[in-house]
């Protein structure tokens, strides 16, 4: 079994998966962390030196590697889903969980995250609104192909759990 979070940068992929993955007892994999140990380079060097198209290359490469593992929970990068065809990849090889937040929240948190965002750093607080609706505008329907949305407001893994029970997609 594997379970996919996708959603935009800041929603809460990482934190909730992290709980997901131990109330699961299945591996939490970071797929930017996996990228950064496969290429021995932080996200925020790859887009430095090599360029966003080459980031996007080493993380359908990372993204792949993971349909070999068996029972994780993976928080994929917010860009994910958007590029080739990495979405339609996810649903072939495991189950999605769009976390849905609206702008102003997911502006808030990149606000408040230490996390080094490449596409956002440098930005004021209305040019990074104002990215976050565009954004999240654009890859939306990529997120809505997930098995299952879910309100990331005070979002807890029980909830994903219970979503995912009602649709019978855990075993
Ligand atoms: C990105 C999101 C980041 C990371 C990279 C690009 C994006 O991951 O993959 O900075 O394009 O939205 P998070 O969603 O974990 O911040």
Not at 45 to 74: A, H
Not at 76 to 96: D, Y
Not at 97 to 115: G, H, Q, T, Y
């Amino acid at each position: 079994m594997r379970i996919y979070l996708v959603g935009f940068m800041g929603c809460g992929k990482s934190s909730v998966g992290k709980k997901l993955a131990a109330l699961l007892n299945y591996n939490f994999i970071d797929l930017d962390q996996l990228i950064e140990e496969s290429f021995s380079l932080s996200v925020e060097e790859i887009f430095n030196s090599k360029g966003e198209e080459s980031f996007r290359i080493m993380e359908q490469k990372c993204l792949q590697s993971t349909f070999g593992m068996d029972d994780i929970v993976v928080a994929t990068g917010g860009g994910t889903p958007a590029f080739f065809e990495n979405m339609n990849r996810i649903n072939e090889n495991g189950i999605s969980v769009f976390i849905d937040l609206p702008p102003l929240a997911i502006e808030k948190r990149l606000r408040m995250s230490r996390k080094p965002r490449p596409l956002v750093k440098n930005l004021s607080s209305e040019e990074l609104l104002a990215f976050v609706i565009d954004k999240s505008e654009e890859r939306r329907p990529f997120y809505l192909s997930a098995n299952i949305s879910i309100n990331g407001i005070n979002l807890k893994p029980e909830d994903i759990i219970d979503a995912l029970n009602k649709k019978n997609l855990l075993q």
